[in-house]
């Protein structure tokens, strides 16, 4: 989602829990550990260990976020739990359905809260 940065500055944006994925990769170029930011489209970077990768990408944050603050470009936030509400709708085949509700009641329990039990397992 992109909010209006108009107010934010990069200590801001460089506190939000932004999604940091690293990986580790064996390539034509060696062992290496490949770091991304995941709400941020291209942000990027590497080390030779997973400590320098992360290092390195906060880096690369930090240029990618200056340069967006800079020309007013709007930036991505990673999702907060207000933008969760706690419910989806799930479409089933009939015959799993009835096999959920069989077991739920057997249990003495909804189905929502069986499904619930389920899912969290």
């Known amino acids: 989602m992109a909010n209006n940065n108009q107010h934010k500055d990069l200590a801001y944006y460089m506190a939000l829990p932004y999604t940091i994925q690293i990986r580790p990769m064996n390539d034509e170029s060696g062992h290496y550990f490949f770091a991304t ?11 030779d260990t997973f ?6 990408v906060r880096e690369a944050m930090e ?14 936030e990673p999702p907060g739990e207000d933008q969760f509400s706690g419910k989806f709708n799930v479409r089933v085949p009939k015959s799993l359905h009835r096999q959920l509700s069989e077991r739920a009641a057997a249990e003495n329990v909804s189905l929502n809260q069986y499904c619930l039990y389920k899912l969290s397992k």
Not at 51 to 56: D, G, I, Q
């Open 51 to 56: 400590a320098e990768a992360y290092e390195s």
């Open 37 to 47: 930011v995941a709400e941020l489209d291209g942000c990027q970077s590497d080390g």
């Open 63 to 76: 240029g990618y976020l200056s340069v967006k603050l800079e020309y007013g470009d709007p930036i991505p």
